[in-house]
Every structure is written in C-alpha cells, then in structure tokens.
C-alpha cells in the first residue's frame, strides 16, 4: 500500500508539472468586467468588445474606457504557472485628457478579470510592456519638467512589483528626449515588412538606411517642440530605385514629426497642397543572436 501511494504521488506531481498553460484570448478580456479609475466611475463596469461608454452630462461628450486593440502581451507575472495578460486601455472622462493606463488580467478558475492597473498619465506614448516574474516594465514617453501637456518628450522606463494584487514602483529612470538622436544606435524597419526590408538609422544629424536599390541619406534636425522633426529637402539616394523606393523617399523628406505605438515608431508626413497625408511606421528590427555560448 505505502508503495502504492508513493507511485500516485508522484504520478499527480507530474501531472501538475506538465499541466499546459492556459490561454487568455483578447475575446475573453474585450467582455470582461473593468475597473478605471475612482474619479472617472464608481466600482468597475462591463466591457463590450474591449469598450464601455458612459453617460454623458452634457450630450456632447462622455467618459469612455477603450482597449488599444492589436496589443497584448503575455508573462506569468505571479508566478502561478499561467500566463497573464496587459493590456493598454484609454480611460477618459470626457475631456480632452486621455489617461493610458497598463491593466492586468488574469484567470480565476474559468473566469478572466481585471487584477489591477498602474496610470502611466495624460496622452503619453507607449514604446512597449514587458512582463517578468513579479513585474510588470513599461518603456514610454510622458510630459517632463514644465513641459506642456499636448507634447510630451520625456521617454521613461518605469518597473512595478507585483506583490498580493497589487503595484508598487521599484525603478524609474530617464531614457531620454524625444527626438531623432534617440533612435541612435537602433535600426528599424518600414512596415509592412519588405524583401529586402527598408531601413531607417539615425546618426550624426542623418536618417540613412538600405533600400532594395542601395544605400540613402536624409538631412534631419529635431524641432522646436517634443517630437518635431526638421528635414532638408535633399538626399543621397542609389541610382535606378523602383518607384517604391522613391516614394518612400519622398515621404520620408517630408516627415515633420515622429512618435511611438507599442512596438512601433511612427512618423507623420505632409507631401504639401492636396497632395497626400500620411504616416511611416516602423519597427526595432531584430538583433541577430550569437551561436557561442
């Protein structure tokens, strides 16, 4: 009998060592049930489809919860052997302030809820979120020393503990301004990707990269205020581009101001006139990893 039990014990040990991770799908989390802020609503509210909007007092606006959609990043970040989820949620009064707050799902048994949130603040950029054993890390740029609301530049890396349900900050550093010098030393890549990808860098006062048909080179400044971008009209550019090339080219010299989503850097462009209007996006191109140990 003892040898036995001592078989079954070990057989429901491994059983829970090799139980799989379950899954938070965005479905689950768009319908659950959320909690903003106090001073946006009392007690939490039901999303639908990642929303939830609110009564308005004036008939003109009203507060509003709203999940980025397209973002969502996983981590077991109580350690429980299943993968928790964050969102970035947009929570308004009804105003022209929007809050980005980093909320935290999780199940408990079949059910997904909201396990709490950390304010990041008024109209900041998320750069990307990160989630580790016990803590939750947010790259992002927020309204600095005296700087006006509209245009924050102050890029951020903030790390929480999680501990009990609950956040508490363990580090904030400054990265650095906004601007082009901050891409320094970083090559990205135009989206949707390409075969050959188009590259972007910055260095020594210069945005310069590949291009299917060679090496290019553009003149830029950073501008007057958090995120202004200053280019010259000229460049260096390989002979014989496709006609993409040369589109993206043009874009990019008439680029006036850049910023980040999750994961992505963009940068607005006005080709002047009734000519188009658009945006670049680009993402932080992977670094290849060494095969030595």
Not at 103 to 126: I, T
Not at 133 to 145: C, D, H, K
Not at 161 to 179: P, Q, R
Request: glycine fraction near 10%; proline fraction near 7%; charged fraction near 20%.
């Amino acid at each position: 009998m003892r040898n036995s039990a001592v078989v079954l014990s070990l057989f429901l040990v491994v059983s829970c060592a090799s139980k799989p991770l379950r899954p938070i799908s965005r479905q689950l989390i768009d319908a659950a049930k959320y909690s903003p802020q106090a001073s946006l609503v009392d007690g939490p509210v039901q999303l639908i489809n990642g929303n939830w909007n609110g009564p308005s007092d004036t008939g003109f606006s009203h507060p509003y919860v709203s999940i980025m959609p397209d973002f969502t990043v996983y981590g077991d970040i109580d350690r429980d052997g299943n993968n928790e989820a964050v969102v970035v949620v947009h929570e308004s009064g009804g105003g022209s302030g929007i809050d980005r707050v980093l909320a935290l799902f999780g199940r408990v048994g079949e059910e997904v809820r909201h396990f709490g949130s950390v304010r990041l603040g008024d109209r900041v950029q998320v750069r990307s979120v990160q989630i580790k054993p016990t803590q939750l890390i947010a790259e992002y740029v927020r309204q600095g020393e005296n700087e006006p609301r509209c245009c924050p530049t102050e890029v951020a890396r903030t790390t929480w503990n999680y501990a009990d349900g609950k956040f508490s900050i363990a580090a904030d550093d400054i990265l650095g301004k906004l601007g082009p010098a901050f891409l320094t030393g970083k090559i990205w890549d135009l989206q949707p990707p390409s075969n050959p990808p188009v590259t972007l860098t910055f260095n020594g006062g210069t945005f310069s990269g590949q291009m299917g048909c060679g090496h290019y080179e553009v003149p830029v400044k950073q501008g007057e205020y958090g995120g202004a971008i200053v280019i010259e009209r000229t460049s260096k550019k390989p002979l014989n581009c496709t006609s993409a090339n040369n589109e993206f080219l043009d874009r990019l010299q008439h680029v006036s101001r850049m910023g980040f989503l999750p994961d992505r850097l963009w940068m607005s462009y006005d080709l002047g006139g009734d000519k188009e209007t658009g945006t670049l996006e680009f993402k932080e191109a992977v670094k290849p990893t060494s095969s030595q140990p």
